[in-house]
């Protein structure tokens, strides 16, 4: 009796099937779940992302500077976007969470969702290597980068953040580094975002500063978007 492999249909989504399916179960694991979570494959999926998609506009836009070229990075690779694209893969069914996150919606979180697909880059990058992740890749991200406009390309989670606390005529946030952990080849920066308007700092990591405060930002724009 065969087991019925219980990803084909995400498989079909991805482009992509695992030939160990723990791997993926492994990426769409949070750490609310199990000790064996998908923060270490989110970290290397996270930089094989900015990547690939860094490569992408260097080629399709020649004429463009490095400012504008990284705003139209961060625009790709920002929570909204990643988490939208979970979305069409429908990886909120699949995501293994912990009783406090399936209680308070987790599926739903565009953080979670933005992180398990990360996590999924990663894992493909291991099993098959970056010639083959790279245009899968490519091919989820295809629609979008055909859509770019250099001209028009929107803000990122700090000042999405900051202009909505403006316009509240709130205080802006504080970042604060709480944790620095890895070696120094592989450091995770750990960032509390504290904000008017909540009453826990919310928290951000990355394997760049920048990068934890972009993601505390989005967590506690969230937050304060939901609340009203």
């Known amino acids: 009796m ?3 492999d219980p990803y ?5 989504k991805i482009a992509y099937t695992f030939a160990e399916p723990a791997n993926l179960t492994k990426a769409l694991t949070h750490r609310s779940a199990n000790k064996k979570h998908n923060e270490r494959l989110e970290f290397l999926g996270d930089a094989i992302l900015g990547m690939i998609i ?3 506009l260097y080629q399709r836009f020649p004429l463009q500077p ?22 069409e893969f ?3 069914d699949l995501l293994l969470l ?6 308070s919606g987790g599926f739903r979180r565009d953080s979670i969702l933005a992180d398990a697909l990360e996590a999924i880059i990663g894992a493909i990058y291991l099993e098959a290597g970056l010639d083959v ?10 629609d979008r980068l055909n859509e770019l406009d250099p001209q028009a390309v929107s ?25 620095i952990t890895g070696q120094s080849h592989e450091q995770i920066f750990y960032v509390e975002c504290s904000v008017a308007g909540l009453k826990q700092a919310t928290v951000g990591k990355g394997n760049s500063r920048r990068k934890a405060e972009q993601k505390a930002a989005r967590i506690a724009f969230e937050k304060l978007s939901n609340a009203e």
Not at 8 to 12: G, V
Not at 71 to 84: E, I, Q, W
Not at 98 to 103: A, H, R, V
């Open 2 to 4: 065969h087991l019925v």
């Open 8 to 12: 084909i249909s995400l498989y079909k």
């Open 54 to 56: 860094a490569k992408a």
């Open 66 to 87: 490095e400012g504008k070229l990284t705003r139209m990075r961060s625009n790709l690779v920002k929570g909204d976007t990643l988490a939208a694209l979970a979305r």
């Open 90 to 92: 429908a990886l909120g």
């Open 98 to 103: 912990g009783p406090g996150e399936l209680k």
């Open 133 to 142: 992740c790279e245009p899968i890749v490519l091919q989820w991200f295809s």
């Open 155 to 179: 803000k990122d989670d700090k000042t999405r953040l900051q202009e909505f606390l403006q316009a509240k005529k709130l205080p802006l946030p504080l970042y604060e580094v709480t944790e």
